[in-house]
Structures are given as C-alpha cells and as structure tokens.
C-alpha cells in the first residue's frame, strides 16, 4: 500500500471514531431505471422509468465529491441505455472522473461494452447458459460474445447466488475465469416486488467454503477471505454510513438503499450484500479486505 493511500485510510477512519465525522465514501447512482431486460431477480425495471438529466449529474458530481465521496458506481436499469440528448454514458463517465479516482459501471452486458474511461464495468451473469437464461431472459451467447470482443482492460462479472444457481457456481467460476479480470458474488436478497430465491444459511455456508477453496486454487474472485467467511452467519458489523445512493429522481440517501425498501422486518439478517460487507471490514482495519478495497476500486 502506497503512503498517500495508508493516510487516506487512516485519516477517513479515525475522523469517524473521533470526531463522529462519518461520510460516505462509495456512491451507488440509479442514472435510469429504464432497462432492456425483464429478470426475475430485479425490482428495478420493475419501477418508474425516470433518469436522471445530464446536467443533474454534472451538478450533482462536485457536491458527491465535498461530502467524502471517492468511488461512483454508475447503474441502472441498464445505464447503457441512459442518453440525454447528445450525451451517452460515456459522457458521465469522463465528467465523474474530473472528481472522483474511481468511476464505476454495472451493466447486464447484452449492448457492446464499450466504456473507455471507466476504471472498472461489472457484468451481471447469473448462472451457466440455461439457468442464465430463465433467471434474466435469452442473453447468455450476447453477453460472452460482448466480454470477448469488449476492449476495456478491466471488466469483473458479477454473480447473484440464488436458488436457481447455487448448485453451479464453481463451475460457472471456472467458466468466467477465463473471460474475465475478475469476478465477485453477492447473495439474493428479496425485494417487496419479486419472488423468494433465497437459499438456506446452510447452501450458503456449503457454496462460500466452495468458493474460499476455488480462491485458493488461483481462481480470480475478488472478494477477499474474510468477507466470504463474515457471509456464512452476517456476524459482521456493518457500518452502512460509509455507502450512499441516488435514485433516477434525484433522491440522495447515505446508509443502506435496502433498508425499508424490501420485504421482511428486519433485511440485514438476511443480507447478502458482499460489497457493504468488504467496505465494513476494511473500516476495522482488516487487512484482506483493504487488499481488496485497492484492488478493485482503487481506494485504500
């Protein structure tokens, strides 16, 4: 770890422990919740089709930016799809780099990839080519040809284990390794307008001990050790400040965006979110979960 990040760290951490000066430091920004897929998993197509406006981006960049925040991640719906009249994503991108060290993009991969100054794009891929295929619709083919012809340097696929799934994932992991810079996983998490594909504590315990072995082995998941071990049971202690979100409205919200927007009484029981879980660890110092943090997002 280079000098100028172990002081950002160190910095960022003890002004939340003592002086309670807690800001976020990843945002996540629904530009549109228009998409060009109907999966079963997903509320968000599900919802009002509003986007966000070019200029509420560039005006909404640098107020992101003096609240603490140092990663965007750009999403949707599908954001590939997001125009504004002569601006594409490519546009956002490069006006959320003049502020932010890193620039993010999650996408379902069916439209060329093709987002040169994102520093890194995930891929939605959700099972081997017939379960892919009845979670989010026939886009499997499409999506690996559009990994193998994309020139972006630095694309991860990410994995929503689910019910459907759960039995392929390491073979699905083998089959990415080879198409991808990297890959991480998060767990189904039951929103109000979908149905329940979750899986047992005990599948989910069964395919993280899979997973920590398939890391072992030289397989490119990204997340570290010890956040898939702190998934087994969600004894981790979150810290849901340090996350931040805006909504196609323009709605701007720090802690969690599952909270009071999904089914059940009490969602962090049941959550599976690998990225609140990374971001949580590292603020305590653990060390494979700031490897991770620089790695993937360029941060600590």
């Known amino acids: ?41 997903c509320p968000y197509w599900r919802r009002s089709d509003e986007s966000l406006s070019y200029q509420d981006l560039v005006e909404l960049f640098p107020r992101l930016y003096r609240d603490g925040i ?35 993009v999650t996408t379902n991969g069916t439209l060329p990839i093709r987002i040169g100054a994102a ?12 379960t892919h295929d009845r979670l989010r619709g026939k886009s499997f083919g499409r999506i690996v040809e559009n990994l193998s012809s994309s020139p972006h340097p630095n694309i991860y696929a990410n994995i929503t ?9 390491p073979e699905l992991i083998k089959f990415l390794s080879g198409l991808v810079q990297g890959i991480t996983i998060q767990f189904f998490f039951p929103y109000e307008e979908v149905g329940d594909l979750s899986i047992s504590w ?30 087994k049971d969600n004894r981790w202690q979150c810290e849901p400040w340090m996350m931040a979100n805006v909504d196609p409205d323009g709605t701007y ?11 059940g009484s009490n969602p962090c029981s049941v959550c599976g979110f690998a990225a609140h879980t990374e971001i949580s660890l590292a603020y305590h110092f653990n060390l494979g979960a700031i490897r991770t943090g620089r790695k993937v997002l360029a941060i600590f």
């Not at 520093?119 to 080519?129: A, K």
């Not at 919200?253 to 089914?263: E, F, I, N």
């Open 161 to 169: 284990i689910n019910r459907l799934n759960v039995g392929e994932i």
């Open 1 to 41: 770890m280079d000098l100028a990040r172990l002081a950002f760290l160190v910095g960022y951490c003890l002004r939340a422990r003592l002086v309670g000066d807690k800001k976020p430091i990843l945002c996540g920004i629904k530009v549109t919740h228009r998409c060009n897929m109907r999966c079963q998993q």
């Open 119 to 130: 520093d890194i794009v995930w891929v939605s891929i959700d099972g081997l080519e017939g």
């Open 253 to 263: 919200r720090q802690g969690c965006y599952l909270l009071d927007r999904t089914s």
């Open 70 to 104: 140092r990663v965007i991640i750009l999403e949707g719906g599908e954001p590939l799809l997001w125009r504004d009249g002569v601006h594409d994503l490519n546009d956002l991108v490069k006006e959320g780099k003049r502020y932010f060290p890193c620039v993010g």
């Open 202 to 231: 005990a599948q989910r315990r069964r395919v993280l001990d899979r997973l920590m072995e398939l890391k072992r082995e030289g397989y490119p998941l990204a997340d570290s050790f010890a956040a898939l071990e702190a998934l």
